[in-house]
């Protein structure tokens, strides 16, 4: 496609359930980036795939948290047994290897 | 790794006025700088950028300086309208080891008539 697609866009789950976000980067793009931002709030890091490297996970805020890019295209992002204080808006982007990082629309996540 | 600090978190000016946010960065090897704009309720949007090898770039109304001595960076808007107010975000990384792009903490600018 011609930009970064996230799927769903909303998405209303209970506590306690298990969540996937999916992103479809730039076709081409090498680097995957999944950020966290709530409402008012900065970018907040979560996990940075490039290439065949190892994935840098630093920014993970918990073990419940996961993430894989399958193929070196679509990622998915697990959030599994999610708690009120995850709901947020997801933010997926992608680059090449110049650096410009363009970001797609984010799915919004609600736990209640 | 890198860190990028980011000021002031907020702006207010009044509309023709200017606009200066300013970011520094610690990893003296990073040589790309971009400035995201997020309006409220959509994506950030890349507006302009910059790269170690100059130390000014302007676009229209907006401009971005390179200070890489200081290791800072700062973004210029003149002319301020109502359309400019928004969250900008400023980030660094370095293309070379293709490091993750490190973004600040954003700077909400607020326009008024």
């Known amino acids: 496609g011609a930009g970064v697609s996230q799927s769903p866009s909303n998405k209303v789950t209970e506590k306690g359930k298990d969540v996937e976000l999916r992103c479809d980067p730039i076709s081409g793009h090498t680097a995957l980036y999944w950020y966290r931002q709530s409402l008012g709030q900065g970018l907040e890091f979560l996990i940075y795939f490039q290439g065949n490297s190892a994935p840098d996970k630093s920014g993970l805020p918990s073990d419940r948290f996961s993430a894989e890019r399958t193929g070196g295209s679509v990622s998915t992002l697990t959030i599994q047994r999610t708690q009120q204080e995850d709901s947020a808006v997801y933010l997926c982007?992608?680059?090449?290897?110049?650096?410009?990082?363009?970001f797609g629309q984010g799915t919004r996540l609600t736990v209640v | 790794g890198e860190n990028v600090e980011q000021h002031p978190s907020t702006l207010s000016v009044q509309e023709g006025d200017s606009a200066v946010i300013k970011c520094t960065y610690s990893?003296?090897?990073?040589?790309?700088f971009p400035w995201y704009k997020q309006e409220l309720g959509k994506r950030p949007q890349l507006i302009i950028d910059?790269?170690?090898?100059?130390g000014e770039k302007k676009d229209q109304r907006i401009a971005v300086t390179l200070n890489k001595t200081a290791k800072h960076f700062s973004l210029h808007i003149t002319e301020t309208q109502p359309e400019d107010s928004a969250v900008y975000f400023c980030?660094?990384?370095?293309?070379?080891?293709?490091?993750?792009?490190?973004f600040g903490t954003g700077t909400r600018l607020q326009v008024t008539l």
């Open positions: 990893d003296s090897a990073s040589n790309y």
């Open positions: 910059i790269r170690s090898n100059v």
């Open positions: 982007a992608s680059s090449f290897d110049r650096g410009e990082a363009f």
């Open positions: 980030a660094a990384t370095d293309t070379g080891t293709a490091s993750k792009l490190t």
